[in-house]
């Protein structure tokens, strides 16, 4: 699902045109980004939990040469689907 058609589900689902659903789903899409940004957290019950962690320095290897590489350790945004999401 790309965000035209999500856009689309949400205005469905909650009886909303699709100007107000996108406006809806633009202004979640900047909060979590600045959230994320803050290293915060974003705990939605019954969905899941976003929240940043760092990924540490590594060493790792070039494919094509076979050297071997240092990857800098770097944020990331990792996603923790609530346990009954699948249910």
Not at 4 to 10: H, K, S, T, Y
Not at 40 to 62: E, Q, S, Y
Request: glycine share 6%.
């Amino acid at each position: 699902m790309n965000k035209a058609e999500l856009i689309d589900a949400i205005a469905a689902k909650a009886g909303m045109t699709k100007v107000d659903s996108k406006k809806a789903l633009d202004a979640m899409i900047a909060v979590a980004k600045a959230e994320m940004k803050k290293d915060g957290k974003i705990a939605l019950v019954g969905f899941g939990t976003l929240a940043t962690t760092v990924r540490p320095a590594r060493k790792g290897h070039n494919p094509r040469t076979g050297k071997s590489i240092k990857i800098a350790a770097k944020k990331v945004v990792k996603f923790k689907p609530a346990a009954n999401i699948l249910k």
